[in-house]
């Protein structure tokens, strides 16, 4: 009788199991849209099309759009062989290259910004060689492409490091067996097994770059990205000011985020 | 002789996995890899392979060291317990990307990836992806691509043990038909003793990083060089005993003397060994025909197995015998005699596990066996 009638309770309560999660997640979601909203709705106050087409304005998104690729790139070339030695191999200190790794991201990023500047500003003997040589490391495009790396790159490092992890060290086993070496098999199997991750990593490095402000702040408050104009009209003008470069910036990383998931074939952004 | 392994030793760290380990392969032949899970196989095959550099020891393949060598510049084919195609590509393609990176022409390379896929019986499947095969056609697929290339020696590591039952003794004759078809030199690595005895033609046994007993299927089931073959290659009785006399050997199980014709060591008298005796060796007798080498005792427990039935008789306090037996069984608490055939008593000293009784030839053996039906 009792256990009959546990029985029954138990499967009554079944129904509403995932209410008290549903109900928790359902908070920070609207948490999430409500800005996007409230800030959206604002759009129709401002002149988008007449913001953007003043020369700061357009200079701003060149910049963005010229550095925002550059440091991307610079972040997959070197960050992803990064990611793989990391995944595959084990070594005194691995930890210690882990937390290097990770520590860009922890850090404040205006922070970040002015460490870069010890390290790399015109009176450091790098930054002044650089600037001798017509080459200056801050306030120019080579300086925001170095906060941008800075800044974002550990992104593409750890996506790309949980792709590689992911696959299965007997596939790249069986790639040498058949006739291929570490170079080859990597070419063949590593990496496109471990695609839609490194892909995942690459678009969340780009969005992260393309909206890198603290640190470019710091290290190249001119010449203008789209944050930095951001910032400046802000000062100068309110919210109503940013709202077509703000615009413009989230269109460009929702254009640039649906091309990879549908030309990369990945399902989210995170589903490794 | 194609695979050659010479004093093979490997350490992870301080840990031994490997110890001094030799075997070689002949042209052709299958020769089986066994032992339990930890016993150093997987090292064994890595070390083959080239994906692990052996602290110690060479591997050589048909006369060539290449325990330096990369495992892309030596020819071993490997199949995995899981499964390693590539999903990215087709099945075909992964049958043709070990030929691709050897200078084969193209159009021979289509050719070859016809005639291994139709050796699988799998060539209407020639452009499905890896996900779309069950998992039977899975391994057909990687052994056909593993043997595409033709390679010195196939790996095969514990190729079916993540398949169910029914599978796996269907794709075990599919490797026996396959290999004989191919000729191809094999190494066949598996924890099931039942899978190695059925494919072998020679058994290579391993214990805790050792070679445990080399040799014919048969051979080491029915005179186990070691008390570990005896015991991991098919059922075993074991007990302990002490020596009494040397010329014939003579040991003592409780107030029981056991004397094997035949048999002399030098061993001291007194010794402790330990015997071991197959229950499909032993008979029952109803009690008091007692013969030279014959255990009188009491029947404990009875199971039946369908085909068969295992019957439990207690020899000694603590001693207990399992005999299988397809007649009808004794009851329980019944006393019967068991009857031990010499050749089917393996005694090892109890030190160094040094195999005692003589490794009988089949046709040493029959003198020595008893006449009697069987039953």
Same mark, same amino acid.
């Given at each position: 009788?009792?256990?009959?009638?546990? =029985?029954?309770?138990?499967?009554?309560?079944?129904?509403?199991?995932?209410?008290?999660?549903?109900?928790?997640?359902?908070?920070?979601?609207?948490?999430?849209?409500?800005?996007?909203?409230?800030?959206?709705?604002?759009?129709?106050?401002?002149?988008?099309?007449?913001?953007?087409?003043?020369?700061?304005?357009?200079?701003?998104?060149?910049?963005?759009?010229?550095?925002?690729?550059?440091?991307?790139?610079?972040?997959?070339?070197?960050?992803?062989?990064?990611?793989?030695?990391?995944?595959? =191999?084990?070594?005194?200190?691995?930890?210690?290259?882990?937390?290097?790794?990770?520590?860009?991201?922890?850090?404040?990023?205006?922070?970040?910004?002015?460490?870069?500047?010890?390290?790399?500003?015109?009176?450091?003997?790098?930054?002044?060689?650089?600037?001798?040589?017509?080459?200056?490391?801050?306030?120019?495009?080579?300086?925001?492409?170095?906060?941008?790396?800075?800044?974002?790159?550990?992104?593409?490092?750890?996506?790309?490091?949980?792709?590689?992890?992911?696959?299965?060290?007997?596939?790249?086993?069986?790639? &040498?067996?058949?006739?291929?070496?570490?170079?080859?098999?990597?070419?063949?199997?590593?990496?496109?097994?471990?695609?839609?991750?490194?892909?995942?990593?690459?678009?969340?490095?780009?969005? &992260?770059?393309?909206?890198?402000?603290?640190?470019?702040?710091?290290?190249?408050?001119?010449?203008? =990205?789209?944050?930095?104009?951001?910032?400046?009209?802000?000062?100068?003008?309110?919210?109503?000011?940013?709202?077509?470069?703000?615009?413009?910036?989230?269109?460009?990383?929702?254009?640039?985020?649906?091309?990879?998931?549908?030309?990369?074939?990945?399902? =989210?952004?995170?589903?490794? | 002789?194609?695979?050659?392994?010479?004093?093979?030793?490997?350490?992870?760290?301080?840990?031994?996995?490997?110890?001094?380990?030799?075997?070689?392969?002949?042209?052709?032949?299958?020769?089986?890899?066994?032992?339990?899970?930890?016993?150093?196989?997987?090292?064994?095959?890595?070390?083959?392979?080239?994906?692990?550099?052996?602290?110690?020891?060479?591997?050589?393949?048909?006369?060539?060291?290449?325990?330096?060598?990369?495992?892309?510049?030596?020819?071993?084919?490997?199949?995995?317990?899981?499964?390693?195609?590539?999903? /990215?590509?087709?099945?075909?393609?992964?049958?043709?990307?070990?030929?691709?990176?050897?200078?084969?022409?193209?159009?021979?390379?289509?050719?070859?990836?016809?005639?291994?896929?139709?050796?699988?019986?799998?060539?209407?499947?020639?452009? !499905?992806?890896?996900?779309?095969?069950?998992?039977?056609?899975?391994?057909?697929?990687?052994? !056909?691509?593993?043997?595409?290339?033709?390679?010195?020696?196939?790996?095969?590591?514990?190729?079916?043990?993540?398949?169910?039952?029914?599978?796996?003794?269907?794709?075990?004759?599919?490797?026996?038909?396959?290999?004989?078809?191919?000729?191809?030199?094999?190494?066949?690595?598996?924890?099931?003793?039942?899978?190695?005895?059925?494919?072998?033609? #020679?058994?290579?046994?391993?214990?805790?990083?050792?070679?445990?007993?080399?040799?014919?299927?048969?051979?080491?089931?029915?005179?186990?060089?070691?008390?570990?073959?005896?015991?991991?290659?098919?059922?075993?009785?074991?007990?302990?005993?002490?020596?009494?006399?040397?010329?014939?050997?003579?040991?003592?199980?409780?107030? /029981?003397?056991?004397?094997?014709?035949?048999?002399?060591?030098?061993?001291?008298?007194?010794?402790?060994?330990?015997?071991?005796?197959?229950?499909?060796?032993?008979?029952?007798?109803?009690?008091?025909?007692?013969?030279?080498?014959?255990?009188?005792?009491?029947?404990? #427990?009875? !199971?039946?197995?369908?085909?068969?039935?295992?019957?439990?008789?207690?020899?000694?306090?603590?001693?207990?015998?399992?005999?299988?037996?397809?007649?009808?069984?004794?009851?329980?608490?019944?006393?019967?005699?068991?009857?031990?055939?010499? /050749?089917?008593?393996?005694?090892?000293?109890?030190?160094?596990?040094?195999?005692?009784?003589?490794? !009988?030839?089949?046709?040493?053996?029959?003198?020595?066996?008893?006449?009697?039906?069987?039953?």
């Amino acid at each position: 009788m009792s256990l009959d009638r546990s =029985t029954r309770l138990r499967t009554s309560s079944r129904a509403p199991e995932l209410l008290l999660p549903a109900l928790l997640g359902g908070l920070i979601l609207v948490y999430f849209a409500l800005p996007f909203v409230a800030f959206l709705s604002r759009t129709g106050t401002a002149n988008v099309v007449a913001g953007l087409s003043t020369p700061a304005a357009q200079g701003a998104i060149r910049n963005s759009l010229l550095t925002a690729p550059i440091s991307t790139a610079i972040a997959t070339v070197l960050g992803v062989p990064l990611a793989y030695v990391l995944a595959r =191999t084990s070594f005194p200190g691995k930890r210690l290259v882990e937390a290097l790794v990770i520590l860009p991201l922890i850090i404040p990023p205006v922070v970040g910004g002015a460490m870069l500047i010890t390290a790399v500003g015109r009176f450091t003997p790098i930054g002044s060689a650089a600037t001798a040589a017509g080459v200056p490391l801050t306030d120019s495009l080579i300086g925001v492409i170095l906060a941008q790396t800075f800044v974002a790159a550990p992104f593409v490092v750890i996506t790309a490091r949980a792709g590689f992890g992911a696959v299965d060290e007997r596939l790249e086993q069986a790639s &040498r067996s058949l006739g291929y070496g570490p170079l080859a098999t990597f070419w063949n199997v590593s990496l496109p097994l471990a695609r839609g991750a490194i892909l995942a990593g690459i678009v969340l490095t780009f969005a &992260r770059a393309i909206g890198e402000f603290g640190a470019t702040m710091m290290v190249a408050y001119n010449p203008r =990205t789209m944050p930095t104009r951001i910032w400046v009209d802000f000062i100068a003008g309110g919210i109503d000011a940013i709202v077509p470069l703000a615009l413009a910036l989230l269109v460009i990383t929702l254009v640039v985020l649906s091309a990879v998931q549908r030309f990369g074939r990945v399902p =989210t952004v995170i589903d490794e | 002789m194609t695979l050659e392994l010479d004093s093979l030793t490997h350490r992870y760290g301080d840990e031994l996995a490997v110890d001094d380990v030799s075997f070689g392969i002949e042209s052709g032949e299958l020769v089986a890899l066994l032992g339990p899970s930890g016993c150093g196989k997987t090292t064994i095959v890595q070390a083959i392979t080239g994906h692990v550099r052996p602290t110690s020891g060479r591997v050589r393949l048909r006369g060539t060291d290449v325990t330096d060598t990369p495992p892309e510049s030596r020819e071993v084919g490997i199949v995995f317990q899981r499964s390693t195609l590539f999903p /990215h590509m087709t099945v075909g393609e992964n049958v043709a990307y070990g030929l691709a990176a050897r200078d084969i022409e193209p159009e021979r390379r289509e050719q070859l990836v016809d005639e291994y896929l139709e050796l699988v019986d799998l060539d209407d499947q020639r452009t !499905a992806l890896p996900e779309a095969l069950s998992g039977g056609q899975r391994r057909r697929v990687e052994l !056909a691509r593993a043997i595409a290339p033709q390679p010195d020696v196939l790996v095969l590591d514990e190729p079916l043990s993540a398949l169910d039952r029914a599978l796996r003794e269907r794709l075990r004759d599919e490797i026996a038909r396959i290999q004989r078809e191919t000729g191809v030199t094999t190494l066949f690595v598996t924890h099931d003793q039942e899978e190695a005895m059925a494919l072998a033609d #020679r058994l290579v046994v391993m214990n805790d990083g050792d070679v445990s007993g080399i040799g014919a299927p048969r051979t080491l089931y029915e005179s186990p060089p070691t008390p570990f073959v005896a015991s991991f290659l098919g059922r075993s009785n074991t007990f302990s005993a002490t020596l009494t006399a040397r010329q014939p050997m003579t040991v003592a199980l409780g107030d /029981h003397e056991i004397v094997i014709d035949g048999t002399e060591t030098d061993r001291p008298t007194g010794s402790d060994v330990t015997c071991h005796l197959r229950p499909d060796a032993l008979s029952i007798r109803p009690s008091g025909s007692d013969r030279a080498l014959s255990l009188p005792g009491e029947v404990t #427990r009875i !199971a039946d197995l369908g085909r068969r039935y295992d019957v439990t008789v207690r020899v000694e306090p603590g001693v207990e015998l399992v005999v299988e037996r397809t007649a009808a069984p004794p009851t329980i608490g019944e006393s019967v005699t068991v009857e031990l055939p010499s /050749h089917a008593l393996s005694i090892f000293s109890g030190e160094e596990n040094e195999r005692l009784t003589e490794r !009988a030839a089949p046709e040493a053996r029959s003198q020595f066996d008893d006449p009697r039906p069987q039953s």
